[in-house]
């Protein structure tokens, strides 16, 4: 992919076969079983915790060094994960473009 030093790691907890109307319930899962546990792990940190969103998001930290997004059922990202890990195979200037294209909107606020 398009990944950098300082980029984040984008993470989805899914069950193949579910469809979003499990959404809630993965998310009450995560909410009473996933939190103490991390809560209990001394290498992540809960940064924040975001639950009215359109799809909630743990943000985590791991190690002190890793910045960990971790998403329930959220299948909408990975076709475009994939589909931007083959552009970024398909040629090494590809996947510099992918970079410079990144660094540029980082820079500009974009997002």
């Given at each position: 992919?398009?990944?950098?030093?300082?980029?984040?790691?984008?993470?989805?907890?899914?069950?193949?076969?579910?469809?979003?109307?499990?959404?809630?319930?993965?998310?009450?899962?995560?909410?009473?079983?996933?939190?103490?546990?991390?809560?209990?792990?001394?290498?992540?940190?809960?940064?924040?915790?975001?639950?009215?969103?359109?799809i909630p998001i743990l943000k985590?930290?791991?190690?002190?060094?890793?910045?960990?997004?971790?998403?329930?059922?959220?299948?909408?990202?990975?076709?475009?994960?994939?589909?931007?890990?083959?552009?970024?195979?398909?040629?090494?200037?590809?996947?510099?473009?992918?970079?410079?294209?990144?660094?540029?909107?980082?820079?500009?606020?974009?997002?």
């Amino acid at each position: 992919g398009f990944g950098i030093s300082s980029s984040d790691l984008d993470v989805t907890c899914y069950v193949e076969g579910m469809d979003t109307s499990y959404t809630s319930i993965a998310m009450h899962e995560m909410r009473t079983q996933l939190v103490p546990l991390l809560n209990e792990n001394p290498h992540f940190e809960i940064v924040e915790q975001i639950w009215n969103a359109r799809i909630p998001i743990l943000k985590l930290r791991f190690a002190t060094v890793l910045d960990v997004d971790l998403s329930c059922h959220n299948a909408e990202a990975l076709p475009n994960t994939q589909l931007l890990r083959a552009y970024s195979e398909l040629a090494p200037v590809v996947h510099d473009l992918g970079l410079l294209v990144k660094l540029w909107a980082r820079s500009e606020g974009v997002c």
